[in-house]
């Protein structure tokens, strides 16, 4: 599974902020891979550069330095709608109004067509979700800002924004003013920080997640609520719902807490780190078992493998080394393929697992690609038995908000039961975190989730005919169990 972007913006009156956009964006690196861009102001004139690449590889010392400006937004980029090429890689820029405006995108809409049509783009022409909202807001230009003091682009934003169905965080900007949007369930995160503190020149700051605030010493100040617009400008913050009451439901991804998110990254006030290590102190209460070591699938596993080793009081020990310079450099073509680059990912300890009862805790069971070679790895260096412990719930359902996830019929979980995964992956056993023990391990109280992937219960409609929903054995036009929240 791969994220869907990371958003950065800063504004920073009298500071050159490329820099501190690069820093912003190498933060959030892991949510997106094949793209990185920023777009810098300097009051005037709006500048932007992206390619595809690793942020490092898009931006050198040089083109840093061309890139003159106190107003900035980043953006990294993994596709999920459109296709990976150079005309997707953002921000998106639209040549309208005083100096256009620039728009980064985290998140997936789920009426493209429809919307593209309103922004009267022919079919076919929209090469991605982003490009439509682009075009939507370039067709409401000029906007009717509600107060002179937001920048022109503010009334645009509130004039389309509310239309948009589906997954987004925008950061956005016009010649003189930054702008953050959240959709009206929070399903990808955003939030505001502040320069200035300890003595630091002033400023603002959107991130989708906290580390990209911490790296350019900027001070945590909250995040954005559901369906908030935030506008940011020489007379500071103004913050507008743009959404109906009835309309606001906080379903934040809950896979930010059990995979996405940076261990370092605190979402609803809690760090995600020590909420991983929560799922494994609970799946180990809830599924115990007999076993000389408990190992990560690294390296995301490894918080919830060392809260299942201090619950159980069985010995944590490393199994699998991985090799750290394995990036994403290609989309393997086919399952043997896939399997190759897991075996030149990770590697057994040998001398760690021969004659030892293993539980191999992993975040979750997607393709299962991963884990049936790694099943197979470790007994072929000699383990003598195989627990795999997975600290979420089966996920059988694909992502329509933003996540790069298999087609349903490519979901193990889709069509298999956990003996028959069991059986499948060549464990000994198998066991998953329950929903119920997931949340308690994240711990924030009274707060929603999107828990889709897990449940099949969508809060925003998807497209019942898409062939991503259909499971193995499923005829057209009818679906192996409900789609309760459609
Ligand atoms: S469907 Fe799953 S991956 Fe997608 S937003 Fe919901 S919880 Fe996250």
Redesign the pocket.
């Known amino acids: 599974m791969k994220e869907a972007c990371g958003v950065f913006g800063v504004y920073a009156p009298g500071q050159p902020v490329a820099r501190l956009t690069f820093d912003g964006i190498y933060a959030l690196q892991h949510r997106g891979q094949e793209s990185a861009g920023m777009a810098v102001s300097d009051g005037e004139t709006i500048t932007v550069v992206k390619d595809m690449g690793l942020v490092a590889t898009v931006f050198d010392e040089r083109t840093l330095s061309a890139l003159q400006g106190h107003l900035a937004i980043g953006h990294t980029r993994y596709s999920t709608h459109g296709s990976s090429d150079w005309r997707n890689a953002q921000p998106a820029y639209r040549a309208v109004g005083r100096a256009g405006f620039a728009l980064g995108h985290n998140g997936n809409l789920t009426e493209t067509d429809t919307l593209a049509e309103r922004a009267g783009m022919l079919p076919g022409v929209a090469t991605s979700d982003s490009d439509v909202v682009a075009g939507l807001l370039a067709a409401a230009y000029p906007g009717t800002a509600s107060d002179p003091a937001d920048g022109e682009l503010a009334g645009v934003i509130q004039a389309v924004v509310p239309e948009l169905a589906g997954?987004f965080s925008f950061v956005l900007m016009d010649a003189t003013h930054l702008y953050g949007v959240r959709d009206p369930h929070g399903?990808r995160p955003l939030c505001l920080g502040r320069l200035g503190e300890a003595g630091r020149p002033a400023g603002w700051v959107l991130a989708s997640e906290s580390p990209a605030l911490d790296v350019i010493g900027a001070a945590f100040v909250r995040e954005l609520s559901p369906g908030e617009l935030v506008v940011i400008g020489p007379s500071g913050v103004r913050s507008v719902q743009l959404f109906a009451e009835d309309q606001v439901d906080d379903r934040l991804?809950?896979?930010e807490f059990v995979y996405f998110a940076r261990p370092d990254t605190r979402l609803h006030g809690i760090e995600v780190h020590g909420a991983r290590r929560r799922m494994g102190e609970l799946l180990a209460r809830q599924a115990p078992v007999d076993a000389d070591m408990v190992m990560a699938v690294p390296e995301s596993g490894v918080p919830a493998a060392e809260g299942y080793a201090k619950e159980s009081a069985i010995p944590y020990g490393q199994g699998l080394v991985k090799n750290r310079y394995i990036g994403r450099t290609f989309i393997d073509p086919d399952h043997q393929a896939r399997e190759r680059a897991v075996r030149r990912k990770l590697n057994p300890l040998r001398d760690n697992i021969e004659g030892k009862r293993l539980v191999v805790v992993d975040d979750s069971i997607v393709r299962s690609t991963t884990i049936r070679t790694v099943v197979a790895m470790l007994r072929e260096a000699g383990a003598a038995e195989v627990h795999l412990r997975v600290s979420s719930p089966p996920f059988a359902w694909p992502?329509f908000?933003?996540?790069d996830?298999p087609t349903r019929a490519e979901l193990l979980a889709a069509s298999m039961t956990v003996p028959e995964m069991t059986a499948y992956l060549g464990a000994d056993s198998l066991a998953f975190l329950t929903l119920d023990n997931l949340k308690a391990a994240i711990g924030a109280g009274g707060v929603g989730f999107?828990?889709?992937?897990l449940t099949g219960e969508y809060p925003v409609s998807v497209p019942l005919a898409d062939d991503r929903l259909r499971a193995p054995g499923d005829r057209p036009g009818v679906l192996q169990g409900a789609l309760p929240g459609v």
């Open positions: 997954a399903f991804c809950i896979f992502c908000y933003g996540i996830t999107c828990d889709a992937c």
